[in-house]
């Protein structure tokens, strides 16, 4: 019997999709609106149904497909401030950048344009819908290796999700020839992440912001030098099917 690997078996269900049309960008705003307004109550209410802010401007956002419905399960956007336009900040510079510890990021090292911040991961509740994922705008768990409206197959590769869409923004990252990545999470989602091989760093104080939250970057020299070989071999994957995707590349890495 043929052995499923995890990205044979991620590629049985999911593709990853780069929103470059007005529509898809819309898909993924709908979905944060659902996530971030609708079931967190984070942000505010839209009567259009569609969250975004200004980060939205100069950002390039990805959505996971599920094949068999067509509906998708989840988005996350990678945040690149423009290189000549000192006013545009990434959301952490606009937000917690009081809590930076300069004894461990130098930002004068990192030049405008040379580093990204992933922001607005969600995933819709119907594809986390298992103990203990509410109150939670996606989930991290240890990686599900079993074969898996949804099947019992297909919700076993729920908890994923998250992940797929991690691999995907670091590729996206890559591909950009960013120096760093940041993100700012809860620091026992952090050491999730290290258990998977995101060895994120912290960066900065934790803080009270929608719960417990703190500032964590990835050097680019470990976007993906500590992924196991099933999740290397899914990063791959989701690479490729970014790469065959990427009609804005050229002005994404100038």
């Not at 209410?45 to 509906?71: I, P, V």
């Not at 006013?87 to 405008?112: G, S």
């Not at 500590?226 to 490729?240: A, F, G, R, S, T």
Request: net charge negative.
């Amino acid at each position: 019997m043929e052995n499923v690997t995890l990205a044979k078996n991620f590629d049985q269900y999911f593709e990853i999709k780069f929103a470059n049309t007005k529509e898809l960008r819309e898909e993924s705003y709908r979905i944060r609106h659902s996530v971030y307004c609708e079931e967190l109550g984070w942000e505010p209410l839209q009567e259009n149904g569609l969250e975004s802010d200004e980060c939205d401007e100069y950002s390039f956002a990805l959505l996971l497909l599920h094949k068999r419905t067509g509906q998708y399960a989840g988005t996350a956007r990678l945040v690149i401030t423009p290189p000549h336009s000192p006013d545009k900040k990434l959301p952490f510079e606009k937000h917690c950048l009081d809590t930076l510890r300069r004894d461990r990021v130098n930002m004068a090292d990192y030049p405008q344009g040379s580093y990204s911040e992933i922001s607005r991961l969600a995933v819709p509740e119907s594809f986390r819908r298992r103990a203990g994922e509410k109150n939670t705008p996606f989930v991290v768990n240890d990686v599900s290796l079993d074969a898996d409206v949804f099947s019992a197959d297909e919700r076993r590769n729920f908890p994923n999700i998250a992940i797929g869409l991690y691999l995907s923004i670091i590729a996206l990252a890559e591909m950009c020839s960013h120096l760093a990545m940041f993100v700012v999470v809860e620091p026992r989602l952090s050491r999730r992440l290290n258990r998977i091989g995101f060895l994120f760093e912290q960066a900065g104080d934790e803080h009270d912001y929608h719960g417990n939250r703190a500032l964590f970057y990835l050097p680019r020299e470990k976007f993906t030098s500590n992924l196991n070989p099933e999740i290397l071999e899914l990063y791959y994957l989701l690479e490729q099917q970014l790469k065959q995707q990427m009609f804005l590349l050229p002005y994404l890495i100038r």
